[in-house]
């Protein structure tokens, strides 16, 4: 049997008519993919939206806060706990051959699994035809290809509509380089998926950090092909990008180990995504946004508010929902971060908006600001003359 799998960084769901029928116009990959064929999955969320924890969340079919991939500058290669099984490993446990071509510069960054970025089956360069032109295809043959072009067309022509026209052209390019190569029939089964969405930086900058995990940067696309399907369907079904893993432990006939297969009608009542608003580089990177995906809500949360969109009517209400709560608390980091934020908080509370009395009994009596920052300016002239003498 071969597999091809696609991945397609950081492409957005709902901008393309093929998942989103409320989309207009098609783009130039809505054409390929209805010249593909194969069923599109509409409801396919991520369970961390970057590459570091979707693709830990793709190679281990576990979310980020089981794989080790808890934050987004934690890439495989390094924070991947090695003990998990990877979907490579499920090949390779076949005697599959393998190949796997990827940006050389994200291989260095960690893209990979440890153990699977040090195996001598890989690009040393960008070509990406002449790459796949030296594979002779197996019986047993699972080729994996990533490619990156959508994100970096973005960052060079900015994240606008402008940037996305640039983007859709400049993959679509890379795109077919692959069915130059090959045949879609050359393969038993081709997955296509990206990691996670993007926000355009006028509503990155505009709407609330709530937002970050609305179906924008959440809902990923997600495609499977079987041999000789020539026509696009819809599966309307909650799935998760952790399913590619059941779904190829199906394919290969093994006992599916954790998740929900593509290929199967059962679906999942929710998927849990975990975020953040800061994305500046940091060691101990927090945690700070937690969303419930249903196929008929989502369910933002931080630690001190909540947001609750219908997905079919658009209405959205700030309101904190106990039963989503719960299912956060179990499912994900929440409960954690809200534990401690309770407990530190009280310090705010209790002592910093505490003003009763002094231990004397005397009554304390809060000055303005005005008052403070008259005498802290005293204090920084009496500083610069001091420096002065």
């Not at 009280?346 to 000055?367: H, Q």
Request: glycine share 4%; proline share 3%; charged share 30%.
């Amino acid at each position: 049997m071969r597999v091809l799998t696609i991945f397609i960084d950081m492409i957005r769901a709902n901008r393309l008519q093929t998942f989103n029928e409320k989309v207009k116009n098609l783009t130039p990959l809505d054409e390929a993919f209805k010249t593909l064929g194969g069923t599109v999955y509409t409801n396919c969320f991520t369970p961390g939206p970057d590459t570091p924890r979707g693709m830990a969340s793709y190679y281990t079919g576990l979310p980020p806060y089981l794989n080790g991939c808890t934050t987004r500058l934690k890439w495989p290669e390094y924070f991947l706990k090695p003990e998990l099984k990877t979907v490579f490993d499920l090949f390779l446990e076949k005697e599959y051959a393998l190949n796997i071509f990827s940006s050389p510069n994200e291989k260095k960054n960690g893209f990979l699994p440890k153990h699977i970025s040090q195996m001598n089956i890989h690009n040393n360069n960008y070509d990406l035809a002449a790459y796949l032109a030296n594979i002779k295809l197996k019986e047993d043959h699972f080729v994996f290809v990533s490619l990156p072009d959508y994100h970096w067309a973005f960052d060079d022509y900015g994240y606008s509509t402008k940037g996305e026209e640039k983007a859709y052209i400049e993959t679509k390019r890379s795109y077919d380089v692959i069915f130059e190569q090959f045949n879609k029939d050359d393969f038993d089964h081709i997955f296509i998926f990206s990691d996670h969405g993007f926000k355009f930086l006028a509503d990155y900058k505009m709407d609330d950090s709530l937002y970050m995990l609305d179906e924008d940067r959440t809902n990923s696309i997600m495609i499977h092909r079987e041999k000789g399907e020539n026509q696009l369907s819809k599966n309307t079904k909650l799935c998760s990008l952790c399913d590619v893993y059941a779904s190829y432990q199906e394919i290969l006939g093994d006992k599916i180990s954790h998740g929900i297969s593509l290929l199967d009608s059962q679906e999942h009542p929710f998927v849990i995504v975990e975020d953040h608003i800061s994305f500046a580089p940091q060691v101990n990177q927090n945690i700070e946004l937690w969303g419930v995906m249903k196929l008929d809500t989502i369910y933002i949360r931080t630690l001190d508010k909540a947001l609750l969109i219908n997905r079919k009517t658009s209405v959205e209400e700030m309101s904190i929902i106990e039963e989503n709560d719960k299912i956060l608390k179990e499912y994900s980091s929440f409960g954690q971060y809200l534990d401690e934020y309770k407990k530190i908080f009280l310090y705010k509370k209790n002592i910093v908006f505490d003003k009763s009395s002094f231990m004397s009994g005397k009554k304390r009596e809060e000055k303005s600001m005005i008052f403070k920052y008259y005498y802290i300016g005293i204090d920084m002239i009496k500083k610069i003359i001091k420096k002065e003498e």
